[in-house]
């Protein structure tokens, strides 16, 4: 770093009064200041900080939190600020409709970044139970996990889940998602977790991965596991 050093006069007290009074101009003294700036590397003003970099497109960033929610009615899945809408399509068993039937059960499933939304129906008398302990959910990055649910805590994640029961003609409605997706919620008496899948420009990679669930059931406690699959299809930006 250069210096700036004062030097005292060489000419005694009387012989200067006799001398001009000598002004340094102001673009000399401009000038001077740059040259201390250069020396000292160009450091910026206190208090400033550089911009962080920027992220590269396509590279993985933080998985943006969401909080336990129910359904949307909407026709569009996923969030009111995604950057893209995804497609889907239900690969097994096969619907257009995302829909299955057989004459004790009916199913109807709505995909989304969110979570896998799903109602059930019992389509006869005979009593049905959702075993979660023994479901398992498929991930987008084609990791098995547990099926987390609306019930589902940060806290009790490594406690056995309770069943759920689905009474004769009735229905009952959830969402589904890998109990690894759980995240501390910061002492919070709520659910935050991962989405299912990203809504920003990461949302371009997935394209043909899929994701389901196995799904148990004991009906009259005879236990019948369902698998549904679902495969992204494509994407339409926002």
Request: with cysteine; hydrophobic share 35%.
């Amino acid at each position: 770093m250069s210096q700036v050093v004062g030097v005292r006069g060489l000419a005694s007290p009387r012989s200067s009064a006799r001398l001009p009074r000598m002004r340094t101009p102001r673009i000399a003294l401009a000038a001077l200041v740059s040259l201390i700036a250069v020396g000292c590397g160009g450091a910026p003003e206190p208090g400033s900080a550089p911009p962080p970099p920027s992220r590269p497109p396509g590279q993985p960033g933080p998985a943006v939190p969401v909080t336990s929610t129910v359904d949307s009615t909407g026709a569009i899945p996923g969030s009111p600020d995604a950057q893209y809408i995804y497609r889907f399509r239900q690969i097994e068993p096969g619907s257009d409709r995302f829909a299955f039937r057989d004459r004790d059960l009916s199913f109807y499933f709505r995909p989304s970044p969110n979570a896998l939304y799903f109602e059930v129906e019992n389509l006869q008398g005979r009593p049905v139970t959702i075993d979660w302990e023994r479901s398992s959910f498929y991930d987008a990055e084609s990791r098995r996990d547990k099926v987390g649910h609306a019930t589902s805590t940060y806290r009790d994640r490594f406690s056995p889940q309770g069943t759920t029961q689905v009474a004769g003609l009735q229905k009952v409605s959830e969402y589904l998602f890998p109990l690894d997706y759980l995240l501390d919620p910061g002492g919070r008496d709520e659910q935050v977790r991962r989405p299912l899948l990203p809504e920003d420009n990461r949302a371009l990679t997935y394209s043909g991965r899929t994701f389901g669930v196995d799904l148990a059931m004991l009906i009259e406690d005879r236990p019948r596991t369902y698998t549904f699959r679902f495969e992204v299809v494509s994407f339409i930006p926002r």
